[in-house]
């Protein structure tokens, strides 16, 4: 339940209870409440609490001026020694920095703030909010004083680093508050984005500001409005976010819907939201619906058209809806042409043509990366693919002569774990395997492709699945199995020749799942206990590796 749904079921209540019981509930809310909150719970009854009567404010807030400003001259600072720690191996090592605060920078920054918070509970919105404005953004300076260098800590990294205590989300959401209080319009809406994007502000609702002051802000219609009308017109995830949280704020599913159909072409995230929103409704004929409409509207570059194209396609498969399908799963691909996209396009009843299709459009993609420049707007990240996958699909579209005739130039035995060829020669063996099901060995070359491929989640675990189907659907020459067959033993033979000859111990155990691979291959092919015989091959040329030997063990099916 929202702040708005709430604060309207309370009124509601409010309005059918009678002075009495009102008085009444008061009371036992007093009566229940904390001791270190009663001070403040009588504070409130009061319309106008006095503020510390024996102490200036005027001069509080002088001498706090006077301490900022020797903080951003460095009059004041943090002293800091740093040394390198070490952990297991060269990667494993840090810089790490020690801290003293021989100024008591972290005790006078604490009382700050809660001068900040009694200005604020005084309803001294103006001085609350410009205080809060240099508290929250001020840097503090610290010197080396071994190597005399200077450099700076946020206030967060003042919390991490435990020189001083502090609420941040409450300092957070106070800000926020009193900036409410004291600004209007668009400045009001432009002001609240600035605080909402600082590191201290993550995961803070613009709704929780409601529910922390003295008094109930007002005019938060008015201000909702606005605030949409103002993220409409901002670019990020930040803003989509927010925007989305303003929309089911002032009027749910309904009021998100129309602001995506409006606002899509800087916020296409909307209609991903409005989708897992009806999902979570279980209205899935609506969700199917906005969602054909997003693919629909979507230009067909961005990657977010593929997610809500791979939404709509998992309630689809649960209704059993093949025209839908269908048409979800050549979207997910034109918008994200990934392979685990790529091969699902083989579930489809005519996959020949439209995988075919499929994959001279992601020939035609650019092949830089376009993450640069997305890392603060990833809703509009726009489709590409590399090199290699370019020729990882061409070789699941059936083009194996060209895939072979490519890797042939490859003449490279060591650092397969940044060449093509290093992908492919697993893909060949497991292809030429006439099994049915994966073995131990075949295993271990699928997780090095997927790792290889940087699959994760979903992705990872369907690729075994998506392979096994997939190659029911091939059909191989008996040329073309003598021709490969033959050009896998050559590479094998040169690859463990190179890794176990020259004992990297550390490959030795990938060295072995390929030679395994290619025995269980050569066996399922005819070749009378392939397998073995191949295995004792290698281990007759290396007798005397034993570690190499013993990897072999690790592969034995049970």
């Known amino acids: 339940m929202n702040y708005n749904e709430f604060m309207k079921s ?11 019981e009102k008085a009444e509930w008061i009371h036992n809310m007093a009566r229940t409440i904390n001791e270190n909150q009663r001070i403040i719970f009588l504070n409130s009854l009061t319309k106008k609490q ?130 409410y209080q004291v600004t209007e319009g668009e400045e009001r809406a432009a002001a609240l984005y600035r605080h909402l994007s600082w590191d201290m502000c993550k995961n803070i609702k613009a709704e929780e500001m409601f529910t922390v002051g003295p008094e109930e802000l007002k005019g938060i219609d008015r201000f909702m409005e606005d605030w949409i009308s103002f993220l409409k017109n901002i670019d990020g995830d930040l803003a989509g976010d927010l925007l989305t949280e303003a929309c089911i704020y002032q009027g749910g599913i309904t009021r998100l819907c129309e602001e995506a159909r409006e606002a899509w072409a800087r916020h296409p995230i909307l209609y991903k939201h409005v989708c897992k929103h009806l999902l979570h ?39 059993n809806d093949t025209d839908i399908i269908n048409q979800c799963y050549e979207a997910a691909f034109y ?37 640069e420049g997305y ?54 063996i497991l292809l030429l395997d006439k099994n049915n099901k994966i073995t131990k060995a075949g295993q271990r070359l699928i997780d090095g492709i997927e790792y290889k491929m940087g699959f994760t989640g979903d992705y990872r675990q369907s690729f075994t699945d998506q392979f096994l189907y997939w190659k029911e659907k091939v059909i191989l020459r008996s040329e073309q199995y003598e021709k490969y067959i033959g050009w896998l033993k050559e590479e094998i033979e040169k690859r463990t020749e190179s890794v176990v000859g020259g004992s990297h111990r550390k490959s030795y155990y990938k060295v072995a799942a390929l030679i395994t691979a290619l025995g269980e291959t050569l066996e399922s092919n005819g070749k009378l206990h392939g397998r073995m015989v191949t295995i004792e091959h290698y281990k007759k040329m290396h007798p005397k590796k034993r570690a190499f030997k013993t990897e072999f063990g690790q592969l034995n099916e049970e």
């Open 375 to 428: 890392h603060k707007n990833k809703q509009m990240m726009v489709n590409s693919i590399s090199k290699e996958h370019k020729m990882l699909l061409r070789f699941f579209n059936g083009e194996f002569d060209y895939i072979y005739e490519e890797c042939k130039k490859d003449r490279t035995t060591l650092g397969w774990s940044s060449s093509f060829k290093g992908t492919v020669v697993p893909l060949f």
């Open 335 to 371: 918008s994200e042409s990934n392979l685990y996209h790529y091969l699902r396009l083989f579930e489809l009843s005519n996959y020949l043509n439209i995988a075919d299709r499929a994959v001279k459009y992601a020939q035609t993609l650019p092949e830089n990366s376009m993450w």
């Open 50 to 179: 006095e503020y510390c009567p024996d102490i200036s404010i005027k001069k509080e807030i002088k001498e706090l001026e006077e301490w900022c400003r020797k903080i951003e001259d460095a009059e004041i600072y943090f002293q800091c020694t740093g040394y390198e720690e070490y952990g297991e191996g060269y990667w494993g090592r840090d810089y790490t920095y020690e801290y003293s605060d021989i100024f008591e920078i972290g005790k006078e920054l604490s009382r700050a703030f809660q001068i900040a918070e009694d200005l604020l509970s005084q309803k001294e919105y103006q001085q609350a909010a410009a205080l809060y404005d240099v508290l929250c953004s001020i840097t503090f300076a610290t010197l080396d004083s071994e190597i005399e260098e200077w450099s700076e800590l946020g206030l967060e990294e003042l919390v991490e680093e435990k020189l001083v205590i502090l609420d941040l989300k409450s300092i957070a959401l106070n800000m926020m508050y009193a900036k």
């Open 281 to 319: 409704d279980n209205k899935e004929f609506e969700c199917i619906k906005l969602g054909m409409e997003a693919i629909k509207v979507l230009p067909e570059k961005l990657i977010i058209r593929g997610n809500i194209a791979n939404l709509v396609a998992k309630v689809a498969v649960q209704l």
């Open 10 to 20: 309370v009124d509601e209540k409010l309005s059918s209870m009678s002075e009495m």
